[in-house]
C-alpha cells in the first residue's frame, strides 16, 4: 500500500489507528496533521476518541485560517502550523505520549540513539523544547525554533514528543524508533552499563553497502512457493503485532529449496508487506525488480553452512536488544523452556553481520540456534518459520522478565543437574 495515493484523511485515520493500537497514546492524547499541495492542512480533531476516528472525523484547515469538517481541529494547531512554517521540507506531523518518550520528556533529556546502527541513521538530530502552556503560541514557537535548528524528532518538557519528515509513514518511523531507543536506554540502565557506538563504528555501518545481486526474471509457477509466502507473511505481520518487528526493522526468510529462499525486502513497512513483495534469491540472484534485506548475505551464509536451517529471522526487540548494547549476559536457564528453545545464547561482536556474515553463520548451530550481536540484535535459526518465530518470542518475553527482576532480587537460575536432566530428556536424539 503506498501511503502517498490515498486521501490525507485516510492516510492520518490509518497512522492514528496503529499508533492507538500499539499504545503510543491514549483517548484524548495526540494529534497528527499533513500539509498537501495546496498548502491545507488536514488534522485530527480537538476532543475525539482516538480509538474510533474515523476519515469523516479529520479537520482540513486552510491558509486563511477557515476550516471545513464537523469538528473544531485539534487545540494543538498552533505549533503545527509554526512547524509548517519554519521548515518547508516538512509536510506530516506527530504529536504523541509514548509512555517510554514520556519518560525522557519528564526527566527532560534526549533518548540515546547511538546504541543501534538504524535509530541514528534513521532518527537524526533530536532537540528538546521548552515548557509551554498546551496549544499556547509559545509552546508552538519553542517546538518550531528546535525544528528550524535541523531536528525531525523534538522532545517536550513534561508534555511528549513532536515528529516532522516529509510523509506521514516517514513521520511515524521515526516516532517509532525514537521510541525504541528510549525503550532500549530504559531497559539496558536496568542491566548494566550501556555501550555505545562510536563515530568510526557508525561511519562503518553507513559506508557499508551491500554487494548488488544480479537479478533474474521469476514467475511462481508452483503452489508450494504461493503457499511459503503466504505463511511467511502472516508471521512477518504477527511480529510486527508482537512488537518483535518494527516498520522499518525485522528481516525474515525461509529456505524453499537447497539453492534458494524467500527474504524481507529493504525499506517496505513490515505492517502492510504482502506475498509479493518478498523477494525469492535463486544462488547469488535475485528476483528481479526487487530489493531484498542488507542482512541478505547473512542468510545466505547460515542456509550454505547449515541444511538443517529452513528458516531464519534478524530482529531488535526492546528487551532482548538491551543485551546487546550492554555488558550483560543474557541467561537462559531461567526456565526450561528457554533453555529448551534458546540453549546457550553467544554475543558476537559488533560489525560481523555487514563484513564476516560466514563467521556468524558458524556459530548458527543446532545446539546454539540463537545468537546476539552487539549492538545489533538477536539472529534466530529453526528448522522451520512458526518455530523461528516461538524462539524469537521466547527470548524477548525471557528477556522482559529477566529485566523486571532486577528491582527484586537475585535469580536463581536452574541448576546444572536439572540441565543434565532437561537435555537427557529433550535432545538425546541430537
Known amino acids: 500500500m503506498k501511503m502517498e495515493w490515498i486521501h490525507p484523511s485516510e492516510q492520518l485515520v490509518t497512522i492514528m489507528n496503529r499508533i492507538y493500537r500499539y499504545g503510543m497514546t491514549t483517548t484524548s492524547g495526540g494529534n497528527l496533521s499533513i500539509l498537501d499541495d495546496d498548502g491545507d492542512i488536514w488534522i485530527t480533531p480537538a476532543g475525539i476518541d482516538k480509538g474510533s476516528l474515523t476519515p469523516r472525523d479529520i479537520v482540513r484547515v486552510k ?71 498546551p496549544g499556547s503560541q509559545q509552546l508552538g514557537k519553542n517546538i518550531a525554533e528546535v ?25 511515524f518511523k521515526i516516532l517509532e524508533l525514537l521510541d525504541l531507543s528510549a525503550k532500549l536506554e530504559i531497559n539496558a540502565n536496568r542491566l548494566g552499563r550501556t555501550v555505545m557506538l562510536s563515530d568510526l563504528q557508525l561511519e562503518f555501518y553507513q559506508a557499508f553497502s551491500v554487494e548488488e545481486l544480479l537479478e533474474y526474471q521469476h514467475s511462481i509457477k508452483n503452489s508450494e512457493e504461493l503457499y511459503a509466502r503466504e505463511e511467511l507473511i502472516k508471521l512477518i505481520h504477527r511480529s510486527y503485532d508482537q512488537r518483535l518487528f518494527s516498520s522499518t526493522q525485522g528481516t525474515f526468510s525461509e529456505r524453499l529449496d537447497s539453492s534458494s529462499f524467500l527474504i524481507t525486502p529493504h525499506a517496505v513497512d513490515r505492517k502492510t508487506m504482502r506475498s509479493e513483495d518478498l523477494v525469492r534469491i535463486e544462488g547469488d540472484r535475485r528476483e528481479s525488480g526487487k530489493f531484498p534485506s542488507r542482512a541478505v548475505k547473512l542468510h545466505k551464509a547460515i542456509y550454505d553452512q547449515h541444511p538443517h536451517v529452513n528458516s531464519i529471522i534478524i ?23 528457554s533453555y529448551i528453545l534458546l540453549r546457550n545464547v553467544k554475543k558476537l561482536p559488533f560489525g560481523v553481520t555487514q563484513d564476516r556474515p560466514e563467521t556468524v553463520a ?65 535432545f538425546h536424539n541430537q
Not at 506527530?94 to 541514528?120: E, G, Q, Y
Not at 535541523?150 to 516517514?170: K, M, P, Q
Open 147 to 171: 525544528f528550524s535548528q535541523g531536528s525531525n524528532a523534538v522532545i517536550l518538557e513534561n508534555h511528549g514528543v513532536v515528529i516532522g519528515s516529509n510523509t506521514i509513514i516517514e513521520t
Open 63 to 133: 491558509a486563511d485560517g477557515t476550516h471545513d469538517g464537523i469538528h473544531q481541529p485539534s487545540s494543538e494547531l498552533p505549533f503545527h502550523e509554526l512547524i509548517y512554517k519554519a521548515r518547508p521540507d516538512i509536510r506530516s506531523i506527530i504529536h504523541a505520549h509514548t509512555p517510554s518518550l514520556v519518560t525522557f520528556s519528564i526527566l527532560r533529556k534526549v533518548p540515546n540513539h547511538r546504541f543501534l546502527p538504524d535509530l541514528s541513521e534513521i532518527c537524526g538530530k533530536v532537540g528538546i523544547a521548552k515548557y509551554a502552556l
Open 315 to 337: 530482529a531488535h526487540p526492546p528487551n532482548i536488544t538491551a543485551f546487546a548494547i550492554t555488558n550483560t549476559e543474557f541467561e537462559s536457564r531461567t526456565i526450561p523452556e
Open 362 to 426: 558458524q556459530h548458527c548451530t543446532i545446539e546454539q540456534p540463537v545468537v546476539l550481536v552487539k549492538n545489533d540484535g538477536v539472529v534466530v535459526t529453526a528448522q522451520s518459520a512458526l518455530q523461528a518465530f516461538d524462539r524469537l518470542e521466547v527470548i524477548e518475553y525471557n528477556a522482559e522478565a529477566i529485566i523486571a527482576s532486577k528491582d527484586m532480587g537475585n535469580i536463581i537460575s536452574i541448576n546444572n543437574e536439572q540441565i543434565k536432566e532437561i537435555e537427557l530428556a529433550f
